[in-house]
T-cell receptor, first 113, second 112 residues
Framework: AQSVTQLDSQVPVFEEAPVELRCNYSSSVSVYLFWYVQYPNQGLQLLLKYLSGSTLVKGINGFEAEFNKSQTSFHLRKPSVHISDTAEYFC???????????FGTGTSLTVIP | NAGVTQTPKFQVLKTGQSMTLQCAQD?????MSWYRQDPGMGLRLIHYSVGAGITDQGEVPNGYNVSRSTTEDFPLRLLSAAPSQTSVYFC???????????FGSGTRLTVV
């Protein structure tokens, strides 16, 4: 069965420090991978996506993610975080043969001044 | 463009009541889905649709019905509300399988 695992439920980090939010997926077929951000009391917004091609994907707000097929990972990174990055981040995967999105349980990023 | 519009934003129901959560999008998206979000569980797919007249079940479909009579609308019906259905519900739409979803702002439902 398809699943998405976010290894860290909470990540505190100081302002201007780098951050990595981890995501692993389990699938025997090719997947499309996404990262979303959810600010308090809002819906989810798409940060970036990987469909094929270059394994390093750049998104909005200075975030990037690297697809690693051998490790079945799609970790999200930002070299220097801001207070405004405090939010919940969700990794999601979609099989290239199906119509369902599978979401991870989310990682709460807190940026400390 | 309004994007994905969900109504109502908040709702309190008594156990056993029924209601419909409305979802409309004006982007001519074929794909639409309903998710529920519960603490520590991420988003779980309830039902989804790949076009008008086509719907399918997701991970947690029990107690919910959907229909897709038009491309724009995808209402979610709670047949007989239960406290376990207390959650935040999100509707989302996408242009196609290569695109990420656009999410509505959510409906916070409490069943007492």
């Amino acid at each position: 069965a398809q699943s998405v695992t976010q290894l860290d439920s909470q990540v505190p980090v100081f302002e201007e420090a780098p951050v990595e939010l981890r995501c692993n997926y389990s699938s025997s077929v090719s997947v499309y991978l996404f990262w979303y951000v959810q600010y308090p009391n809002q819906g989810l917004q798409l940060l970036l996506k990987y469909l094929s091609g270059s394994t390093l994907v750049k998104g909005i707000n200075g975030f990037e993610a690297e697809f690693n097929k051998s490790q079945t990972s799609f970790h999200l990174r930002k070299p220097s975080v801001h207070i405004s990055d405090t939010a919940e981040y969700f990794c999601a995967a979609r099989l290239n043969t199906g119509n369902q999105f599978y979401f991870g349980t989310g990682t709460s990023l807190t940026v400390i001044p | 463009n309004a994007g994905v519009t969900q109504t109502p934003k908040f709702q309190v129901l008594k156990t056993g009541q029924s209601m419909t959560l409305q979802c409309a999008q004006d982007m001519n998206h074929e794909y639409m889905s309903w998710y529920r979000q519960d603490p520590g569980m991420g988003l779980r797919l309830i039902h989804y649709s790949v076009g008008a007249g086509i719907t399918d079940q997701g991970e947690v479909p029990n107690g919910y019905n959907v229909s897709r009579s038009t491309t724009e609308d995808f209402p979610l019906r709670l047949l007989s509300a239960a406290p376990s259905q207390t959650s935040v519900y999100f509707c989302a739409s996408a242009l196609g399988v290569y695109y990420g979803y656009t999410f509505g702002s959510g409906t916070r439902l409490t069943v007492v």
